[in-house]
């Protein structure tokens, strides 16, 4: 029920990995499938739902794991992250590299940036690619919604900022590609979506 994205870059066939919720093995299935080659592992918040198949992936491909600097907490405490209690073991990331807002890397030959975009969790954030107007929004923003604020580090007053300044200034044009449910647009959100009406 949580959506994994491989970003491809065309060329080359390399690729990141965003959220690898669970089932390593459909993962890397996939991946050897397509002939795709992993470059990197990108979280866009620190949930279990989102993170459990982080290791598995790690496993098979040594590649390096990037999260927003403000989900250091949550990715190291199996209570606020929800894995000791949803899946009854304890679940943590070390990520190799924290971003920091605004932030701009390359990975698979793609510039990705970063936007923090807390809410659902403190440090959620989202990454942008503008080369391929894609918006990878993981709990941030949904089609038709936005993620939950009621879980821990989670703030509706963060979220509805989050909402006004990072997320409704966005180009229309960017495709979504939620955590959650099917794949959208910045104008489809901003005209549809009811968190979003009148921003």
């Known amino acids: 029920m949580t ?42 918040h620190g949930h279990y739902d989102h993170i459990a198949g982080v290791a598995g992936v790690l496993e098979k491909w040594k590649i390096p794991v990037y999260a927003s600097s403000g989900e250091k907490r949550l990715l190291k405490d ?3 992250n929800h894995s000791l209690m949803s899946y009854g073991r304890g679940i943590t990331v070390d990520a190799d590299r924290f971003l920091e807002d605004n932030e701009v890397f390359e990975e698979a030959g793609i510039s990705i940036k970063c936007i923090h975009t807390p809410g659902h969790t403190e440090g959620s954030c989202c990454y942008i690619i503008d080369s391929m107007k894609a918006v ?3 709990d941030t923003l949904f089609e038709g ?6 879980l821990p580090t989670g703030s509706m007053q963060q979220m509805s900022r989050t909402l006004v300044e990072r997320i409704s200034t966005l ?3 960017y495709d979504v590609y939620p ?8 104008a489809d959100e901003k005209r549809y979506n009811p968190f979003l009406g009148g921003l």
Not at 179 to 186: A, K, M, N, Y
């Open 179 to 186: 955590g959650h449910g099917g794949i959208t647009t910045i």
């Open 3 to 44: 959506n994994v994205f491989f970003v491809i870059n065309d060329d080359t066939n390399e690729c990141v990995i965003v959220d690898p919720a669970d089932s390593p093995e459909r993962i890397i299935a996939f991946m050897e499938k397509e002939e795709l080659m992993p470059a990197a592992v990108l979280l866009t």
């Open 171 to 173: 180009p229309e044009d």
């Open 78 to 80: 199996v209570e606020l």
């Open 145 to 150: 919604s936005i993620g939950r604020t009621d």
């Open 136 to 138: 990878m929004s993981g």
